[in-house]
Each structure stands twice: as C-alpha cells, then as structure tokens.
C-alpha cells in the first residue's frame, strides 16, 4: 500500500520553484494513474509551453526510474466505479470525472493517502486521507 499523487504535484516537481521543491519530496515510492501522465503532458505543454518532446522524455525518465512514481493502469472497474460514482454523488460533472477515475484506482489499490494541491477536489468525492504537499510533511522528511 502506497500513496497516490495526483498529476498536479508531478507537474509541480518538473517545473520546480518552491511548490516543485515541495512536490518532489512526495514522489518518492508514490504511485499514480496512467492517464495522470496525460494530465501532466497537456498541463506541461500547455499553460506552461514545454516543447512536447521535452516533455515526453521528462514523463519516460520518471516512470523508468524505480525510486519514483509507478504509473498503474486504470481497469474497466475502475471506470465504472468513477461512473457509478458521479451518477450517485450528483457533485462529479465534467473534468471531475478524471478525479474520480485517480480516486477509485487509489481505492481500489489500497492507497495509504491521496496527494494532491487541490485537497478540496478530493476531499468531497473519497474517504481516502487526503494530503497537501503545501501543508502536510512528506513521509520521512
């Protein structure tokens, strides 16, 4: 059982400053969704104009080096539960169909904590023990 960061905080590790200072420490031994890797790219060469095969070689180096973020896949389930989720919540519409997807593979693999800058975001739609980078220390720091 292991920690999931949302793409927010491994955007925040590769673009550095203060808050990637902070995201950093929380990627080790963190897992996160597949689709955060697309989540990161679109945030990455978007907003912040990263060329995208910079960036692609940026998302391949991190999921190829042991000690930091394992990207898992999605299953079938795990969409239907994000589904089943938003149609009984009534508060998931729109993009917040992808926290719901990071949320219930978390559950689903028995995440320690959800780790995330946008705390409120998770904290309406999971029980999971949500974690900011900004506020709370990082495990072993």
Same mark, same amino acid.
């Given at each position: @059982?292991?920690? *999931? !960061? ?13 808050? %990637?200072?902070?995201? &950093? ?42 000690? @930091?973020?394992? *990207? !898992? ?13 938003? %149609?009984?919540?009534? &508060? ?50």
């Amino acid at each position: @059982m292991k920690p *999931f !960061v949302d793409s927010n905080v491994i955007v925040h590790a590769m673009v550095g400053g203060d808050l %990637g200072e902070i995201a &950093g420490l929380w990627l080790p031994g963190c897992r996160a969704t597949l689709h955060s890797k697309a989540e990161a790219f679109s945030v990455l060469t978007g907003a912040y104009k990263v060329p995208a095969p910079v960036v692609v070689k940026m998302l391949e180096a991190l999921a190829h080096d042991p000690d @930091m973020v394992e *990207f !898992v896949p999605q299953t079938d389930d795990d969409y239907q539960a994000a589904l089943d989720r938003a %149609g009984s919540s009534g &508060g998931i519409k729109g993009g917040r169909i992808y926290d719901a997807l990071h949320v219930c593979t978390a559950e689903r693999l028995k995440a320690t904590a959800f780790v995330t800058f946008n705390a409120k975001h998770f904290s309406e739609i999971t029980d999971l023990r949500i974690l900011d980078p900004a506020k709370d220390k990082a495990p072993g720091k």
